[in-house]
């Protein structure tokens, strides 16, 4: 049985203009969890609205996460599936006083926002506009982001346990709801009960354009380089200083320019990149981040960057250096490529409701990265978010309702599948 979009009345767009209202933005010089009390506002009117719904178990716990389980209504035993997505915004933006605008139906004109008119969203900068003629828009208005990422995917799943919930004829097993906090600070899982979520498989619904599916991230190592100089009186330093400053930026100077860095690279193909640094003359620090899809080539660009430093460092007599690589998370295709059912279903429910799959690499990392090596196996999937972080993000009303049935598209297929 497929789920029509016409035979709904979604309210996936009311949602999400009044979950962007709430500021939400975290904060990475914070100690606290959740970075920000504020995001416990949105976990408060969701727990709320989800109990109105009738999900009894709906709660917000302290650490900022909303918990929640849809029953199962089907005498199959499926496993329990998790649709996750984050509620705080980008500290990159301001996130205070969304004011959202929509712009029905959208005829490829430039959209202007009405509280700072030199924000001009034009087809040209933002290819993906122009396939959504006729279709709903919704922007801010010009001096914050929006906040689609990732309220929209928060309204959809919302939206999809409203409709579920609606429709019994509609059979799934056990689905659990999870919003979480600080994603965009990259705390988004710290907190997480794992044995209390106890879910089988996971998608995360923070996914850009209309049909993306995305198993696969970078794997990700952080590299410190301590570099010690030679530090004398420069007014007496003639043939024995060794600046560990100087040192650095040859180091610096050395790295590979038409490759393995971000602004030459695309695609699959890794990179190192300093992030900092920092010195005296007697002792440098530069801070690295080593980024690629395949594990043994992470490790081969750690090995590049220790031979650039070292042989960089021998030139100077006296000196040295002190070379670490930390793991910071890992591709997780390397989980998923053991269970391919979780992405294959997610590829079936959109080709079922007749969206074309797009597979994509993230060249970064997601919540569901760390998910999946956490035991949760968890693809991300489009929430139609675009333009994240900025004051032009936009998200159309046509896409939302399209993940909505996304979701619940998935949910139905685990419970035919099951036995
Ligand atoms: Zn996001």
């Not at 922007?139 to 959809?156: F, I, M, P, R």
């Not at 007014?235 to 393995?260: C, H, T, W």
């Not at 989980?335 to 993230?362: D, F, H, N, W």
């Not at 970064?364 to 090596?373: A, K």
Request: glycine share 8%.
């Amino acid at each position: 049985m497929t789920i029509n979009i016409e035979d709904h009345e979604f309210s996936v767009a009311d949602r999400f203009l009044e979950y962007v209202r709430i500021d939400t933005q975290s904060d990475p010089y914070s100690d606290s969890f959740p970075s920000t009390e504020k995001q416990k506002d949105l976990g408060r009117l969701l727990v709320g609205q989800l109990i109105e719904m009738g999900i009894a178990d709906a709660h917000l716990d302290p650490h900022g996460y909303v918990y929640a389980t849809l029953p199962s209504n089907t005498v199959k035993k499926v496993p329990v599936i998790c649709f996750c997505a984050h509620m705080d915004t980008s500290p990159d933006c301001s996130g205070s006083g969304v004011k959202p605008i929509v712009h029905h139906h959208y005829q490829g004109e430039d959209i202007i926002l009405p509280d700072d008119p030199k924000q001009v969203l034009r087809k040209e900068d933002h290819p993906d506009l122009g396939k959504q003629l006729g279709n709903d828009i919704i922007t801010a208005s010009g001096t914050t982001l929006l906040g689609a990422d990732n309220k929209a995917g928060v309204a959809e799943i919302m939206d999809a346990v409203r409709l579920l919930l609606l429709h019994p004829e509609i059979k799934h097993g056990e689905i659990r709801i999870l919003f979480t906090p600080d994603e965009e600070i990259g705390r988004g899982v710290d907190k997480l009960d794992m044995e209390k979520l106890k879910a089988d498989f996971g998608y995360t619904v923070d996914g850009e354009t209309l049909g993306s599916i995305e198993d696969e991230t970078f794997s990700a190592d952080a590299a410190t380089v301590t570099i010690q100089g030679v530090s004398v009186h420069p007014g007496f330093a003639q043939g024995s200083m060794y600046s560990a400053i100087k040192i650095a930026s040859e180091v610096i100077n050395n790295l590979p320019k038409d490759r393995l860095s971000p602004e030459s690279t695309s695609g699959k193909e890794g990179f190192v990149h300093p992030v900092a640094v920092q010195g005296t003359v007697e002792e440098a620090h530069i801070q690295f981040i080593l980024r690629d899809f395949d594990d043994e080539k992470l490790r081969e660009h750690a090995a590049e960057l220790e031979a650039i430093v070292r042989t960089t460092v021998h030139n100077y007599p006296g000196c040295s250096y002190r070379y670490v690589v930390n793991e910071q998370y890992r591709n997780m295709k390397n989980v998923l490529k053991e269970y391919p059912e979780v992405t294959a279903i997610g590829v079936q429910a959109m080709q079922r409701l007749g969206i074309e799959p797009i597979r994509r690499s993230i060249r970064g990392g997601t919540d569901g990265s760390r998910l999946s090596f956490m035991g949760l196996p968890c693809p991300n999937i489009f929430a139609g978010e675009h333009a994240f972080h900025g004051k032009q993000e936009w998200v159309s009303v046509q896409d939302m309702q399209k993940a909505v049935l996304t979701i619940m598209t998935i949910a139905q297929i685990w419970e035919e599948k099951a036995i």
